[in-house]
C-alpha cells in the first residue's frame, strides 16, 4: 500500500525558507505523479506545485512561481518542496498526493489524485 509523509513544516519568519519532504514507501516512486497541495483555515484545498514522472515536467501555481521550487529525487523515493521568500498568506498544511500514471504530465486539480498524506504544517509570522 502506497504511503505519503510530509515533513519539514513548522514556524518561520516572512521572508524565510523551509524546504518540505514528501516520503513515499510502498510502491517505487518511479511511477508516480506528486502534487503538492495546501489548505488555510477556512479556505478550499489549493494546488501549489505538482511533477510529473519520466520528463520531470512541473507547474506551479501563479501565487508561489518564481518562490517555490519542486523536485523528486526517486532513488531516495521523496519529493521535495523548497520554499523561498515566504508570506504570511503561504500559512496552512501542506499535502503531498500522489496518482500512479505512464503520461508524463500533473495536475493541480486535488480531483486527480488518489493517495494523500497526513500533512505538515507551515506557519509564516513575525
Known amino acids: 500500500q502506497l504511503q505519503l509523509v510530509e515533513s519539514g513544516g513548522g514556524l518561520v519568519q516572512p521572508g524565510g525558507s523551509l524546504r518540505l519532504s514528501c516520503a513515499v514507501s510502498?510502491?517505487?516512486?518511479?511511477?508516480?505523479?506528486i502534487g503538492w497541495f495546501r489548505q488555510a483555515p477556512g479556505k478550499e484545498r489549493e494546488g501549489v506545485s505538482c511533477i510529473s514522472t519520466k520528463v520531470f515536467n512541473k507547474k506551479y501555481a501563479e501565487s508561489v512561481e518564481g518562490r517555490f521550487t519542486i523536485s523528486r529525487d526517486n532513488a531516495k523515493n521523496t519529493v521535495y518542496l523548497q520554499m523561498n521568500s515566504l508570506k504570511p498568506e503561504d500559512t496552512a498544511i501542506y499535502y503531498c498526493?500522489?496518482?500512479?500514471?505512464?503520461?508524463?504530465?500533473?495536475?493541480?486539480?486535488?480531483?486527480?489524485?488518489?493517495?494523500w498524506g497526513q500533512g505538515t504544517q507551515v506557519t509564516v509570522s513575525s
Open positions: 510502498g510502491f517505487a516512486l518511479d511511477y508516480y505523479t
Open positions: 498526493a500522489a496518482r500512479r500514471t505512464v503520461q508524463a504530465m500533473c495536475a493541480l486539480s486535488r480531483e486527480w489524485y488518489r493517495e
